[in-house]
């Protein structure tokens, strides 16, 4: 596990090691199409899982449609049960 915080810093390290699972934090905004498509380019070949992390308080909710190569939406906050079968779905999807 490790925490980017910069979006050039994410990529960097998922290609020196592809992910099972990748959560974007931070408002929907700061989610570039160039960014989640090179994301999705570099994660490819494992099938990783991409979540956003998005909060039940923020004013305007982004749909799905606007953002193709996310695979969910999840809500803070989340609880552990949710992030345990978060984390075993995208290593069964892996698998698969």
Same mark, same amino acid.
């Given at each position: 596990?490790?925490?980017a915080?910069?979006?050039a810093? &994410?990529?960097? /390290?998922?290609? @020196?090691?592809i992910?099972?699972l990748?959560?974007l934090s931070g ?5 570039s199409q160039?960014?989640i498509?090179r ?5 490819k070949?494992l099938g990783?899982t991409?979540v &956003?992390?998005t /909060?039940?308080? @923020?004013p305007?909710?982004?749909f ?11 809500v ?5 049960d ?6 075993e ?6 698998i698969?």
């Open positions: 596990m490790f925490i915080s910069s979006a810093q &994410a990529v960097a /390290r998922i290609e @020196e090691s992910p099972y990748v959560i408002t929907y905004q700061s989610w160039a960014f498509n994301l999705r380019e570099t994660v070949p990783t991409i &956003a992390l /909060r039940s308080h @923020e305007t909710w982004s799905q449609e606007e953002h193709p190569g996310i695979d969910g939406f999840l803070e906050p989340i609880s552990k949710v992030l345990h079968l978060l984390v779905s995208a290593v069964a999807k892996t698969l």
